[in-house]
């Protein structure tokens, strides 16, 4: 019968408060690294070897001291902020189709545009976030006066909230195709009416 002790590796208990010898010879430790000390020679050396110079106090100017501003720059940024893209009108549309389908991409720059979408006051997009692409929703239409309401929830990185808006019928023929630049909680409207058949 062939013992497999052989195989089992030997341990040896750790004591807690004696010096545990495991066995670790310097040599096994890997090549010493040489650690720069903190202060430098060159530094703190009082002869004629290049260093740091401080300066006289008459040498010191103010931050800033020197620098040309062009006055251009920032100029479209001062009057966007405080332009205001209030509620804007889509128009009206007729239509005989049983739903429509909403798509709206941000037709400028892509900077994280969110929407909330309504129909008749109830909700049917909570936020949507406005790419490059178009992204929608498919709604079903009541007979008569269907009101899609279009809320801006931000303006993105660069305002205003901007974005393109195409309608398209059951047979998925454009109807409509617009676009809005609205503040922050500003509404673009657009009336679907739906006729009878």
Not at 4 to 16: E, F, S, V, Y
Not at 44 to 70: C, F
Not at 78 to 99: C, M, R, V
Not at 103 to 119: A, M, P, Q, S
């Amino acid at each position: 019968m062939v013992s497999a002790q052989g195989d089992i590796p030997t341990t040896k208990p750790l004591k807690i408060g004696e010096r545990n010898n495991l066995d670790i010879l310097p040599s096994n430790q890997g090549t010493s690294l040489r650690i720069p000390s903190v202060l430098d020679e060159s530094l703190t050396s009082k002869n004629d070897k290049p260093g740091v110079k401080m300066l006289p106090d008459r040498e010191l100017v103010q931050a800033g001291y020197g620098l040309k501003i062009d006055p251009k720059v920032g100029e479209k940024e001062k009057k966007g902020s405080k332009e205001h893209f209030g509620d804007q009108y889509l128009g009206d549309i007729k239509t005989k189709a049983k739903f429509v389908g909403i798509v709206c991409r941000d037709h400028e720059y892509v900077d994280g545009d969110r929407i909330k979408i309504l129909l008749n006051g109830e909700i049917v997009e909570y936020n949507m976030l406005l790419s490059g692409s178009f992204k929608g929703v498919n709604i079903d239409l009541i007979e008569g006066f269907n009101r899609l309401d279009f809320v801006a929830l931000n303006q993105g990185s660069s305002g205003p909230n901007t974005a393109q808006v195409v309608v398209a019928d059951e047979k998925g023929e454009v109807i409509h195709n617009n676009r809005w630049n609205l503040s922050t909680g500003s509404t673009a409207s657009l009336i679907v009416i739906k006729e009878e058949e």
